[in-house]
T-cell receptor
Framework: DTAVSQTPKYLVTQMGNDKSIKCEQNLGHDTMYWYKQDSKKFLKIMFSYNNKELIINETVPNRFSPKSPDKAHLNLHINSLELGDSAVYFC?????????????FGPGTRLTVT | AQSVTQLGSHVSVSEGALVLLRCNYSSSVPPYLFWYVQYPNQGLQLLLKYTSAATLVKGINGFEAEFKKSETSFHLTKPSAHMSDAAEYFCAVSGAGGTSYGKLTFGQGTILTVHP
């Protein structure tokens, strides 16, 4: 049973398109995250949600909009895709939002914008 | 603000040799420190974490790390490398308060290569 799953695993699309990435966790955790890993493998947090409430919103373009329909799901919608959005996007979850708890990562979604 | 610096983007060792991956952190509040491992085409997996208890932390797969406040370091070691240890390793820091609250900041990663 996969703890944190993401769909799709690969996403190839053209500039200007709108796309969504879905994430689900079956660990019963209260907090979920989105991270972006660029081509140099640098991993940076984008958003975090705790019980469907946004608690971390880094300086991410407003073309990126997270949505949490319930605490087991956190989706990421990206409007007007740009070349610079090409990266691997990781979803993660943890029991608490205080920062000392282990985060469980999904397998990643490799987004390629052409 | 918090940050992490991993010294050496690539480390190469022979099988059976000591593994030492270096991590220095900066944090304005007492830090929580983590080491994660990423195998090719996979997500990150926790190796170990320091949360202000014992300064020597033991993790999975024989890895351990020592928190040294005076040196602001949290280096990862393993006495004897195995071929299966080849992966990318990330050090991360999270703050207990202030603007770093709940925010995990990663270093740039160190690729470990293990030679037969």
């Amino acid at each position: 049973d996969t703890a944190v799953s993401q769909t799709p695993k690969y996403l190839v699309t053209q500039m200007g398109n709108d796309k969504s990435i879905k994430c689900e966790q079956n660990l019963g955790h209260d907090t979920m995250y989105w991270y972006k890993q660029d081509s140099k493998k640098f991993l940076k947090i984008m958003f975090s949600y705790n019980n469907k409430e946004l608690i971390i919103n880094e300086t991410v373009p407003n073309r990126f909009s997270p949505k949490s329909p319930d605490k087991a799901h956190l989706n990421l919608h990206i409007n007007s895709l740009e070349l610079g959005d090409s990266a691997v996007y990781f979803c993660a979850s943890s029991q608490d939002s205080w920062g000392w708890d282990e985060q469980y990562f999904g397998p990643g979604t490799r987004l390629t914008v052409t | 603000a918090q940050s992490v610096t991993q010294l050496g983007s690539h480390v190469s060792v022979s099988e059976g040799a000591l593994v030492l991956l270096r991590c220095n952190y900066s944090s304005s509040v007492p830090p929580y420190l983590f080491w994660y491992v990423q195998y090719p085409n996979q997500g990150l997996q926790l190796l170990l974490k320091y949360t202000s208890a014992a300064t020597l932390v033991k993790g999975i797969n024989g890895f351990e790390a020592e928190f040294k406040k005076s040196e602001t370091s949290f280096h990862l070691t393993k006495p004897s490398a195995h071929m299966s240890d080849a992966a990318e390793y990330f050090c991360a820091v999270s703050g207990a308060g202030g603007t770093s609250y709940g925010k995990l900041t990663f270093g740039q990663g160190t690729i470990l290569t293990v030679h037969p």
